[in-house]
């Protein structure tokens, strides 16, 4: 199942600071320490601001201020934070991180990840201002992206990062005042954005496999140019590529995702961000021929079996949220 912002501690830590916070001292700074342990460098004179916005799947949080040491220790596995990753986007100043015994240093353009899921551990310079973007580990996967070779990895960002910033900075501005339909196209334009950042990084790795590695992104390119294709599947795939079924599954073995999945998983993503947007002006069968489902029936039976409920179910869930008042 595709990991979303609804588990309770999550949905606690992204409300607090919706509309930005100010923090004045260690006692305040312990107040957001619940999937951390955060120590500042200043026990006196600690000032740093906060600020939070979030959609389904995507939570960002924006910290500028006075430097802290961020631990991820044992006591806080097995929470929901360990089904995402963190991307964090140095606007200002610079940080250390570990995990998995490696060491990384990101300065101002920055960007650095880090896995929840395991103990790291961070250490902000006063004056840094990152952006720290959670994303979804099994979206991430769906999309071609080996989230395991990202614990404490650290690149330049390049032309592409300026782009995310701006995005962001906009964000941050309407946070709260934004309609439902923006946001839903604000997050869809943030995970491109990061999707394109981690592919262009993890086809730096010098890999021992490099030859695997360039077919396993002609099969996520073909995928890309043809998933709303009903007839579209693993078999074609091949074709395309001129190998075997077998093959192209095993292009993947090893991973947490089949190229079967990676397939399904981008028709469902384009159908879940129909489903947000269209509301009722669309039928269940039009959405599912246009994001490359045969069928309303197989569309239905895919959806519930990755999200645990039917699109009919989550759209009515959308659209009842959609009408509550802004959130605070």
């Not at 040491?69 to 991180?97: N, Q």
């Amino acid at each position: 199942m595709v990991q979303t912002l609804t588990d309770q501690g999550i949905q606690e830590n992204r409300q607090q600071h919706r509309h930005g916070v100010l923090l004045l001292s260690e006692a305040a700074l312990l107040t957001i320490s619940q999937p951390w342990k955060l120590v500042p460098h200043k026990k006196v004179g600690f000032t740093a601001t906060v600020q939070s916005w979030y959609c389904e799947r995507l939570l960002l949080t924006r910290a500028q201020g006075d430097g802290t040491i961020m631990y991820r220790t044992p006591a806080h596995l097995g929470d929901a934070y360990d089904d995402f990753l963190v991307v964090v986007l140095v606007h200002e100043g610079g940080l250390t991180c570990q995990q998995g015994g490696k060491t990384s240093t990101a300065r101002r353009g920055d960007i650095v990840t880090l896995l929840p899921r395991e103990i790291h551990e961070s250490n902000a310079l006063d004056g840094t201002d990152a952006t720290l973007l959670y994303v979804p580990i099994r979206y991430l996967e769906g999309r071609g992206i080996a989230t395991g070779k990202l614990a404490a990895a650290a690149w330049p960002g390049g032309p592409l990062l300026k782009a995310i910033l701006a995005l962001v900075e906009s964000t941050m501005e309407m946070a709260g005042e934004e309609s439902p339909g923006q946001s839903i196209h604000v997050e869809q334009a943030l995970l491109e954005l990061v999707v394109g950042q981690l592919s262009a990084y993890l086809a730096t790795l010098a890999e021992e496999d490099g030859a695997a590695e360039a077919l396993r992104k002609r099969v996520l390119e073909l995928i890309a140019e043809n998933f709303t294709n009903p007839d579209y599947d693993v078999d074609a795939i091949a074709a395309c590529m001129g190998a075997s079924r077998r093959f192209v599954y095993k292009l993947f073995e090893g991973r947490e995702v089949s190229v079967a999945t990676l397939l399904r998983s981008r028709r469902l993503d384009a159908a879940e961000v129909l489903l947000r947007t269209h509301g009722r002006d669309a039928t269940l069968a039009k959405i599912a021929r246009a994001s490359g489902f045969a069928s309303a029936d197989s569309f239905s039976r895919a959806y519930k079996d990755s999200r645990g409920v039917s699109p009919s179910a989550f759209r009515t869930r959308h659209r009842a949220e959609a009408l509550l008042p802004a959130r605070p």
